[in-house]
Structures are given as structure tokens and as C-alpha cells.
């Protein structure tokens, strides 16, 4: 079974930097598109950023694309979400989630896609 435990959350103000990490157990992630996604107070868990198995294709939702970036690195068991010129409307709870494909390449972004999630890290950004 795998397990995701996400972190480097934290409260920042308006401009600075966050990186996030997903580490995983139980089952190596090479075998795992992997995903962040975030929730608001009162909104639905959005899709924020996708990287495949492969590590060679990545997908951003609009409103964070040129700020954020997502990487990974399957001989650490880790994903990461470098967050950078930060707003306030990024504050969320952010979730790390995997998918398990047989396909290298493939970049999943729906939330009913993913198998498997992190229990969230909360990222408050101050104005």
C-alpha cells in the first residue's frame, strides 16, 4: 500500500517562496503519475499541478503556471511543488496523490484519476 505524507507548509507573505514535498512508502513511485492539488476554505480540491511516471511530461493549471514548478525524483520516493512569487489566493490545503499507469508519459489532472492521497500540508500566503 502506498503512503504519501506531504510537508514544508507554512504561513509566508505575498512574493516569498514554499516547496512542498511528498515523500512515499510502501511501493517505489516510479510506478505512479503524481499530482498536487489544493483546497479552499468553502471550494472544491482543485488540480494544481501533474508530472508524469516519467517524470519527462508536466501539466499546470493556469493560475500557477511561470510560478510554480513540479519535479520528481523516483530514487528518493519524492515529489516536490517549488512554489514561488506566491499570492494570497494560494493559500489552501495542498494534497500530494498518485495514480498508478503502465504509461510513462501520461500527465493525470482529475482528481478522480488519483488512487492514492497525502493527508495535506496547509500553505497560508499573507498580503
Known amino acids: 500500500q502506498l503512503q504519501l505524507v506531504e510537508s514544508g507548509g507554512e504561513l509566508v507573505q505575498a512574493g516569498d517562496s514554499l516547496r512542498l514535498s511528498c515523500a512515499a512508502s510502501?511501493?517505489?513511485?516510479?510506478?505512479?503519475?503524481m499530482g498536487w492539488f489544493r483546497q479552499a476554505p468553502g471550494k472544491e480540491r482543485e488540480f494544481v499541478a501533474g508530472i508524469s511516471r516519467d517524470g519527462g511530461n508536466t501539466y499546470y493549471t493556469d493560475s500557477v503556471k511561470g510560478r510554480f514548478t513540479i519535479s520528481r525524483d523516483n530514487a528518493k520516493n519524492t515529489v516536490i511543488l517549488q512554489m514561488n512569487s506566491l499570492k494570497p489566493e494560494d493559500t489552501a490545503v495542498y494534497y500530494c496523490a498518485a495514480r498508478s499507469t503502465s504509461t510513462g508519459w501520461y500527465v493525470a489532472s482529475q482528481t478522480s484519476e488519483f488512487n492514492y492521497w497525502g493527508q495535506g500540508t496547509q500553505v497560508t500566503v499573507s498580503s
Open positions: 510502501g511501493r517505489t513511485l516510479s510506478i505512479y503519475a
